[in-house]
């Protein structure tokens, strides 16, 4: 982890690799599960992922890119997970992620003036909860979605389910594996509010509820947080550079 980690506070994906938000996202996710978060570790990383949300809210790649929602979700998740959620410009993002639901089709576009894509109602929809801990944090916790779950589930369940199993991008897209997974987790994500159920018609449509930050089941995610913190960190190991 301290081989891939670059003097401004980003990460590189792997050696030789490119560097952007990704690598924040994937060493916080790994260090926090690990139990190998440390101040050390990721000395000036929220500074650099602060420095790559742009003037339309969002968050890019690498600084002074393109707002996007992939890098957006990796963006303010590596940063909840760091506790550095409050560095962010909360409203300007706020008001950037809100403004990604397609009025007509229901689903979220990943970027300004792009297509409705089924895999953005987690890369998008899945920040919302992120959102609202920060809200709450701050006082001013809403009291219902900031998007239209009902839209949105609409949107998965009747145009991106395809006929002989698996789910897409959008009618006429053929199935795969990674829209598969992404969509079934933003329609997760649309089922919920805090503690509330939102399930759009049967309650056979209802998903098992996944974690925001590391999208797999929370008692999953509990557990493997429990078992590695238990463990204590290998400060030995992380000194000579693992």
């Not at 420095?51 to 590596?78: D, R």
């Not at 760091?82 to 089709?105: N, S, T």
Request: net charge neutral; charged share 20%.
């Amino acid at each position: 982890m301290r081989s891939m980690k670059q003097p401004d506070g980003s990460f590189a994906m792997h050696i030789g690799g490119e560097i952007d938000i990704r690598g924040a996202y994937c060493a916080a996710t790994v260090a926090s599960i690990t139990g190998i978060l440390t101040p050390e570790l990721f000395e000036g990383t929220a500074e650099w992922i602060v420095s790559c949300q742009t003037y339309e809210g969002g968050f890019a790649g690498a600084p002074g890119m393109e707002a996007h929602g992939g890098y957006s979700f990796c963006g303010m998740s590596a940063l909840v997970i760091l506790q550095k959620g409050h560095l962010i410009d909360e409203q300007a993002f706020l008001r950037w992620i809100v403004q990604r639901q397609m009025k007509l089709e229901g689903g979220f576009q990943g970027r300004t003036n792009k297509l409705v894509d089924g895999c953005y109602s987690f890369w998008q929809g899945g920040t919302f909860p992120l959102i609202y801990s920060l809200l709450d944090k701050a006082g001013n916790s809403p009291n219902d979605h900031l998007f239209d779950e009902r839209a949105l589930q609409e949107y998965l369940l009747i145009c991106c389910q395809n006929p002989t199993g698996g789910l897409i991008d959008k009618p006429g897209k053929h199935k795969d594996v990674f829209h598969t997974c992404y969509t079934l987790s933003g329609l997760s994500v649309a089922q919920r509010f805090l503690n509330k159920k939102r399930v759009l018609g049967s309650y056979r449509n209802e998903l098992i509820e996944t974690h925001p930050l590391y999208n797999v089941r929370p008692d999953l995610a509990r557990k493997a947080l429990l078992h590695f913190n238990n463990l204590g960190v290998p400060t030995q190991n992380l000194n000579e550079g693992t």
